[in-house]
Antibody, heavy 120, light 108 residues
Framework: DVHLTESGGGSVHPGGSLRLSCGAS????????MHWVRQAPGKGLVWISR????????FYADSVKGRFTISRDNANRKLFLQMNSLTVEDTGLYFC?????????????WGQGTMVAVSA | EIVLTQSPGTLSLSPGESATLSCRAT???????FSWYQQKPGQAPRLLIY???TRAADIPDRFSGSGSGTEFTLTIGSVHPEDFAVYYC?????????FGAGTRVEIK
């Protein structure tokens, strides 16, 4: 079975930093593009970032560009999101998701999310 | 920036009724990269439809997707109790992605 497990969330003050991790199992991690998606409490899904298979191509939503960095360690089957200069608007549940080339690049597998709370 | 607008915001239905959910884009989209997701409370989203009309693995055939250009539709043929959830449309445009704000399907 495909599994994605996020970790690293927590409470932080505005201006602080956090590093999220996403562990993958049940598939050849290095063959898939990966994403981070955020969901603020009671709100909808917001795409945050995308990364290609070898980590050489990164894409970001305008709201996080310059503050967040996506990366991966294929040997250890992990995806990361380094979040700096956090603001209260970054609060939410952060999901990692797999982009499936067999499903026309739809996001076919999701973790359960890790919560980030930014407050003074 | 492509904006996806879903309607209605909330759909109140009784089990057995059919549901029609709409997603409108601010510019014409490639159907290939258009998909629908279901999210139940406390759960991660689940892929329902990709390529605008292809059901993902293990998705019941009461779910169907259609549309092209700027108008896309998700239809639930006969709503089951487990279908009450929030549904999101989604499109990948070049390197970035957009989600609609969601349609909540609730029990009437």
């Amino acid at each position: 079975d495909v599994h994605l497990t996020e970790s690293g969330g927590g409470s932080v003050h505005p201006g602080g930093s956090l590093r999220l991790s996403c562990g993958a199992s049940g598939f050849t991690f290095g063959n898939y593009w990966m994403h981070w998606v955020r969901q603020a409490p009671g709100k909808g899904l917001v795409w945050i970032s995308r990364l290609n298979t070898d980590g050489s191509k990164t894409f970001y939503a305008d709201s996080v560009k310059g503050r967040f960095t996506i990366s991966r360690d294929n040997a250890n089957r992990k995806l990361f999101l380094q979040m700096n200069s956090l603001t209260v608007e970054d609060t939410g549940l952060y999901f990692c998701a797999r982009e499936d080339y067999n499903s026309l690049d739809a996001l076919d597998a999701w973790g359960q999310g890790t919560m980030v709370a930014v407050s003074a | 920036e492509i904006v996806l607008t879903q309607s209605p915001g909330t759909l109140s239905l009784s089990p057995g009724e059919s549901a029609t959910l709409s997603c409108r884009a601010t510019q014409s989209l490639s159907s290939s990269y258009f998909s629908w997701y279901q999210q139940k409370p406390g759960q991660a989203p689940r892929l329902l439809i990709y390529g605008a009309s292809t059901r993902a693995a293990d998705i019941p055939d009461r779910f169907s997707g259609s549309g092209s250009g700027t108008e896309f539709t998700l239809t639930i043929g006969s709503v089951h109790p487990e279908d009450f959830a929030v549904y999101y449309c989604h499109h990948q445009y070049g390197p970035t992605l957009s989600f609609g704000a969601g349609t909540r399907v609730e029990i009437k």
